[in-house]
């Protein structure tokens, strides 16, 4: 049979990405073969924006996508958009983010600092918010429904900074934050790599802390797919699935980094150079100024990353209500049980279904108590970690 021919026998799938270091799996999964030898022939699309990843999603103009671990569920409670129900039965990263200033805004900064963590924690900013009241200091994200945006708050809510008040937050797709900082469009960002490391390599900015450094070790980007496209497609859907789970695994394996850095580098993906991809997936970092922890960087494969996480499920809904993003309460549980398919994802890989976390089991799960401590700021992820879950 005939190349042409076995395309033909295999099911025609169009994928979306972000041009990210963690869109990775997707793109090895369609050069090494991997989706091909599940059956599926896969287009990769890369995309200018979340919202258009969002909008071809929902209009099922792509099957899937390389999408925020928040926009399954943002799409699905029709926050910002059109309702339409979406799914999660795949998490292909965790971590990766992290927060640049560009080098005015770090200078003013050094300038009312009295120690180097008062630049990191935000509280030299702080300072100089007081001090130069007619000032406006802006800061870009990705998209309003994102970890980037959630951390970005968190960070400047730790300090005593009113996101909505003492500065403003404007959406910028993550391939033009450099351009913008250089520029001084803004003066500072929450993106995942390799932004930061350019930012830095170029001598635009400067990097001040991680999202690990913010939320530790969480869920980043997914495999998201329009509910209705899964359920009429679910031998296609487990497909994708398990060739996604062998390319975390290849990416993940430091034997592959500088085959992965040459086939992320081309023009159709990430259409950097080698080297400044390499500041991603290890621990050089542009001019040796930063000695980020390795859970700083994108971690791709194995059982706790991969698993839909309701945890960080429950997390996220609960960032949304505590940013005012959503019109009114939410049942929390059933939202989580019908996006983050841990169900799938285990038949797709022939693993054991893990029940829920016993609290959201409970009977005596209080969810306005909840929605009411997340709105107060005072809920937390774990100090171990997400898996741990949230405590107040």
């Known amino acids: 049979m005939n190349q042409s021919n076995l395309n033909n026998s295999h099911a025609h799938v169009k994928l979306g990405f972000i041009p990210l270091i963690d869109c990775a799996p997707f793109v090895i999964a369609k050069e090494k073969g991997f989706f091909f030898g599940q059956g599926v022939n896969v ?6 924006s979340w919202a258009s990843i969002r909008d071809k999603v929902a209009f099922q103009l792509l099957d899937g996508a390389h999408m925020l671990a928040s926009m399954p569920l943002a799409s699905t409670l029709g926050v910002g ?8 039965s795949f998490t292909v990263s965790h971590n990766g983010n992290g927060i640049t200033v560009g080098n005015g805004l770090y200078e003013r900064m050094q300038g009312v600092a009295n120690t180097p963590d008062e630049l990191r924690n935000a509280q030299a900013l702080k300072r100089l918010i007081d001090k130069e009241l007619d000032s ?11 970890s ?5 708050r968190d960070w400047l809510a730790g300090a005593g900074i ?5 500065v403003q937050i404007i959406v910028v797709p993550p391939t033009k934050m450099v351009a913008y900082l250089q520029q001084g469009e803004i003066d500072g960002y929450c993106v995942g790599e390799p932004w930061n490391s350019l930012a830095v390599e170029q001598g635009i900015g400067h990097m001040l802390v991680t999202g690990y450094e913010i939320w530790g070790n969480t869920p980043e980007k997914v495999l998201g797919v ?43 993906y990430l259409n950097c150079t080698e080297e400044q991809l390499r500041f991603g997936f290890s621990e050089i970092k542009p001019k040796g100024k930063f000695d980020w922890p390795m859970e700083a960087y994108q971690i791709f494969s194995g059982v706790s990353v991969n698993h839909p996480s309701p945890n960080y499920a429950l997390w996220i809904v609960s960032q949304m209500w505590r940013w005012q993003q959503l019109a009114r309460p939410v049942r929390l549980i059933d939202t989580i049980n019908q996006v983050y398919r841990q169900d799938i994802y285990c038949n797709a890989l022939d693993r054991q279904l893990e029940p829920l976390p016993a609290f959201m089991n409970s009977a005596e799960f209080d969810e306005q108590k909840w929605l009411k401590s997340a709105l107060e700021g005072r809920l937390k992820i774990h100090p171990h970690g997400i898996e741990k879950g949230v405590v107040f």
């Open 148 to 152: 980037h945006n959630y951390q970005l």
């Open 81 to 88: 958009t059109v309702r339409t129900a979406m799914q999660t």
């Open 136 to 146: 406006i200091f802006r800061f870009a994200i990705v998209y309003p429904y994102s």
């Open 226 to 268: 329009n509910a209705q496209w899964a359920n009429q497609n679910p031998e296609i859907h487990h497909s994708i699935i398990r060739a996604l789970d062998k390319a975390c695994s290849w990416v993940q394996n430091s034997d592959n980094t500088n085959e992965l850095l040459a086939i992320l580098s081309e023009p159709d």
């Open 43 to 48: 287009t990769l699309s890369k995309e200018a």
């Open 162 to 166: 009113d996101p909505d008040k003492d």
